[in-house]
């Protein structure tokens, strides 16, 4: 049996007065300003191994790339050129799907590991009947792989929270850049319009490292990846949850992120419409 998880710190599998104590520190961490670091959730050995199994399945990643403000709206041309809703940057993804990680590999090895879901449900502090695993056969467990000039530009997610595992970062640049609950009672137009410019002291800046698990509430916190520099192309696994069970992604929406659908998509269309990658 592998050990990809570090269960001596993490002992997800069991509950236990140690599991709580992390589970916790957590809860506190993301009640401060909605992001919580799991440092060193993976073995030195799952790391490694997710490694070689995301550079394996590397060459499936979908690229797709659009031009969106931090809103992900359409641009309003009755507003000011200035305003925060009409600055728009280049988005470029590449996402590989989740049915190119073998049952057997490190990535499901993880996720399906006895009691991962429920680890990130207590951190999360959701209700049981509304925590469900998204059950998108190409989209519950997913790499996000991007190299120099691809990246996340600032945004605020449009779901309640994401579930993140640092896999390999790139040379350069890649850091976890967020203005904590920048928008609360209003938009907040004026600091967002700051941090678009790069002149906000809000502002943190996190490093993740290979084998760690981020927990984000990025609804209120504008957020964004720090551009990538050199050769070496970064990637981040992300675990998705959703609020109501046997959700999949919409037909259009899934061809976008992932350039193809599979019959379960077309079967359950327009059951609900979606954007839970964002
Ligand atoms: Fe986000």
């Known amino acids: 049996m592998q050990k990809f998880i570090n269960l001596s710190n993490y002992p997800i599998d069991q509950p236990s007065d140690k599991l709580n104590i992390v589970i916790d520190q957590i809860r506190n961490d993301?009640?401060?300003d909605g992001c919580?670091?799991?440092r060193g959730f993976l073995s030195k050995e799952g790391v490694s191994e997710l490694i070689k199994e995301t550079a394996n399945v590397a060459h499936y990643a979908h690229h797709s790339?659009?031009?969106?403000n931090a809103y992900f709206t359409a641009d309003d041309p009755s507003l000011p050129k200035s305003h925060p809703k009409r600055q728009f940057f280049e988005r470029s993804n590449a996402f590989i799907p989740a049915d190119n990680f073998a049952k057997t590999g490190a990535l499901r090895n993880i996720f399906d590991h006895?009691?991962?879901?429920?680890f990130i449900?207590?951190?999360?502090?959701?209700?049981?009947?509304?925590?469900f695993r998204y059950a998108d056969p190409l989209a519950d467990a997913i790499v996000n792989v991007s190299s120099e000039g691809n990246g996340f530009p600032w945004h605020f997610d449009t779901n309640n929270y994401t579930v993140t595992l640092a896999i390999q970062n790139a040379m350069e640049g890649g850091e976890f850049e967020y203005a904590p609950m920048i928008r609360q009672k209003d938009e907040n137009f004026t600091e967002v319009s700051k941090v678009l410019k790069g002149q906000s002291q809000m502002v943190k800046s996190i490093v993740l490292k290979p084998g760690d698990l981020q927990l984000f509430k990025g609804r209120y916190s504008l957020h964004r990846v720090a551009?990538?520099?050199g050769t070496i192309p970064r990637y981040v696994a992300i675990l998705s949850y959703v609020e109501e069970e046997n959700m999949v992604g919409s037909v259009e929406r899934t061809k976008q992120l992932y350039g193809r659908v599979l019959p379960v998509h077309y079967e359950r269309a327009g059951k609900r419409a979606d954007n839970f990658i964002d």
């Open 227 to 229: 551009p990538l520099k």
């Open 30 to 32: 993301l009640e401060k």
């Open 36 to 38: 919580a670091i799991i």
């Open 121 to 131: 449900r207590a951190c999360l502090n959701e209700p049981e009947d509304r925590f």
């Open 114 to 118: 006895e009691g991962f879901d429920e």
């Open 65 to 68: 790339s659009a031009l969106t």
